[in-house]
């Protein structure tokens, strides 16, 4: 069975402070994505990240995929109190199902 | 572009009871997924529909839950009967290729 491990499973920081959240497998994924649900709301999509060792950057979210895509991790600089929500680490399969991390809720205090 | 489209937004009934879930997919979407969603997990898939095919349920209980997705664009899930613990936010999306889009989810109480 594949898991996908997320750390920590909550987060609580002060605004201005940097964080990483973690997502970690045994099991390598064709691609993985990384979704901000916020109460109440579907999860929403804020990046897929494809080949081994890949960066993205959305603004001040910093997304890494692990060279052996089989880990990821999202960094967040200077967290602002829009910031705060469930992210969710999701890994796909070959058929594009996805293999989801229970999640980091993150609360930024302003 | 509208966005996957759910209702009823919340729906409270008391176990044993039955109740239903509606999905409407962004248009063109062939991919149609219902996930369960319970308070501090991520979602857990119960179906995936390709058009109006079935291509995954391998953890809907089916004894209790039934989805269908006929002409391949909306969908209903099902329950009958009603237990405690599917008390949750059903969680439906869609997908043209890889990335998956959300409705809001329907949080359901059963009490």
């Known amino acids: 069975t594949q898991l996908l491990e997320q750390s920590p499973q909550f987060l609580s920081i002060q605004e201005g402070e940097n964080l990483t959240v973690y997502c970690n497998s045994s099991s390598v994924f064709s691609s993985l994505q990384w979704y901000r649900q916020e109460p109440g709301e579907g999860p929403v999509l804020l990046v897929t990240v494809v080949t081994g060792g890949e960066v993205k950057k959305l603004k001040r979210l910093t997304f890494q995929f692990g060279d052996a895509r089989k880990d990821s991790s999202l960094h967040i600089t200077a967290a602002q109190p829009g910031d705060t929500g469930l992210y969710l680490c999701?890994?796909?399969?070959?058929?594009?199902?996805?293999?989801w991390g229970a999640g980091t809720k993150l609360i930024i205090k302003p | 572009e509208a966005g996957v489209a759910q209702s009823p937004r919340y729906k409270i009934i008391e176990k044993r009871q039955s109740v239903a879930f509606w999905c409407n997919p962004i248009s063109g979407h062939a991919t149609l997924y219902w996930y369960q969603q319970i308070l501090g997990q991520g979602p857990k898939l119960l179906i995936q529909f390709q058009n109006n095919g079935v291509v995954d349920d391998s953890q809907l209980p089916k004894d209790r839950f039934s989805a269908e997705r006929l002409k391949g664009v909306d969908s209903t899930l099902k329950i009958q009967p009603a237990k405690l613990e599917d008390s949750a936010v059903y969680l439906c999306?869609?997908?043209?290729?890889?990335?998956?889009?959300f409705g809001p989810g329907t949080r359901l109480t059963v009490l």
């Open positions: 999306a869609s997908s043209f290729v890889r990335e998956q889009f």
């Open positions: 999701a890994g796909a399969r070959s058929n594009y199902q996805l293999i």
